[in-house]
T-cell receptor
Framework: DGGITQSPKYLFRKEGQNVTLSCEQN?????MYWYRQDPGQGLRLIYY???????QKGDIAEGYSVSREKKESFPLTVTSAQKNPTAFYLC???????????FGPGTRLLVL | KQEVTQIPAALSVPEGENLVLNCSFT??????LQWFRQDPGKGLTSLLL?????REQTSGRLNASLDKSSGRSTLYIAASQPGDSATYLC????????????FGGGTRLMVKP
């Protein structure tokens, strides 16, 4: 089955803690993306990567970091610098810059 | 900067009704426009993608139109069903921002049996 998986489904973060959200795809897509969705709102781009070992900031990158060491994986770390991390995080991938993006099931991050 | 607006934010209709969801964008220099469906607590499912050179796309009971010059798109849903209840999001891909989809805030649709 080809697709995008995200884990965990729910994640709890304590104050001052860094947490990492996993995103894996087996679609052989070059490009991968991380979005944040707040209640009742659309998606905002955090980071994207067009190719392995390269990534670019989106509109709201502050307080987040990413890596792209493998084509199929694009983990997102929510650092302690992100003061309002509670949101729904969605990962997506596409075969190229201008192609349709396919989305994973999402991870809901909550602060304890 | 591209801004995308969806009206209404929420809509409730009886089953069987035909309905139209609206999406407007401020910069007409778009590469394509996409409509997505999102069920509560889930990811996005792509419904229809319209290239900038196209006027409309159809899939089953769904029809999406695009008027680039006026910065508008509509999603028409025929003979609505309770299973259509979800949030519908439109997103535009700008000519100068190949990786950056700009999303509207969505329309939350409820179809009552």
């Amino acid at each position: 089955d080809g697709g995008i998986t995200q884990s965990p489904k729910y994640l709890f973060r304590k104050e001052g803690q860094n947490v990492t959200l996993s995103c894996e795809q087996n679609l052989n897509h070059d490009a991968m993306y991380w979005y944040r969705q707040d209640p009742g709102q659309g998606l905002r781009l955090i980071y994207y990567s067009q190719i392995v070992n390269d990534f670019q900031k989106g509109d709201i990158a502050e307080g987040y970091s990413v890596s792209r060491e493998k084509k199929e994986s694009f983990p997102l770390t929510v650092t302690s610098a992100q003061k309002n991390p509670t949101a729904f995080y969605l990962c997506a991938s596409s075969s190229g810059t201008w192609e349709t993006q396919y989305f994973g099931p999402g991870t809901r991050l909550l602060v304890l | 900067k591209q801004e995308v607006t969806q009206i209404p934010a929420a809509l409730s209709v009886p089953e069987g009704e035909n309905l139209v969801l609206n999406c407007s964008f401020t910069d007409s220099a778009i590469y394509n426009l996409q409509w997505f469906r999102q069920d509560p607590g889930k990811g996005l499912t792509s419904l229809l993608l319209i290239q900038s050179s196209q006027r409309e796309q159809t899939s089953g009971r769904l029809n999406a139109s695009l008027d680039k010059s006026s910065g508008r798109s509509t999603l028409y849903i025929a003979a609505s069903q309770p299973g259509d209840s979800a949030t519908y999001l439109c997103a535009v891909l700008h000519n100068n921002a190949g990786n950056m989809l700009t999303f509207g805030g969505g329309t939350r649709l409820m179809v009552k049996p």
